[in-house]
Nanobody, 117 residues
Framework: HVQLVESGGGSVQTGGSLRLSCAAS????????MGWFRQAPGKEREVVAA???????TYADSVKGRFTISRDNAKNTVTLQMNSLKSEDTALYFC????????????WGQGTQVTVS
């Protein structure tokens, strides 16, 4: 049974920080690329950051220098540290897994809300 469970969302003032975590189970986490996505009301879902099995990271231009993605393969967790938050970062944030079996982001969490005001 695949599970991706996000935590750490909440409300914060502009310029503040939040740390999102995602606990994964039920699939081969160590062989999966992990990503954080977000979707704001009325907007399409967008990728925020991703970390591959070798630790290589990619970021959306809008979050470079402010967000940091990391993974712990021993604990099957992926974390998104978000600093210098802006109002435009307000969105529902999702954790997702890209497994070698499917070659796309197959598994998704339920999302955690981040509100910056």
């Amino acid at each position: 049974h695949v599970q991706l469970v996000e935590s750490g969302g909440g409300s914060v003032q502009t310029g503040g920080s939040l740390r999102l975590s995602c606990a994964a189970s039920g699939f081969d986490y160590s062989k999966s690329c992990m990503g954080w996505f977000r979707q704001a009301p009325g907007k399409e879902r967008e990728v925020v950051a991703a970390i591959d099995v070798d630790g290589s990271k990619t970021y959306a231009d809008s979050v470079k220098g402010r967000f940091t993605i990391s993974r712990d393969n021993a604990k099957n967790t992926v974390t998104l540290q978000m600093n210098s938050l802006k109002s435009e970062d307000t969105a529902l944030y999702f954790c997702a897994a890209l497994t070698p079996t499917y070659g796309h982001y197959r598994y998704w969490g339920q999302g955690t809300q981040v509100t910056v005001s």
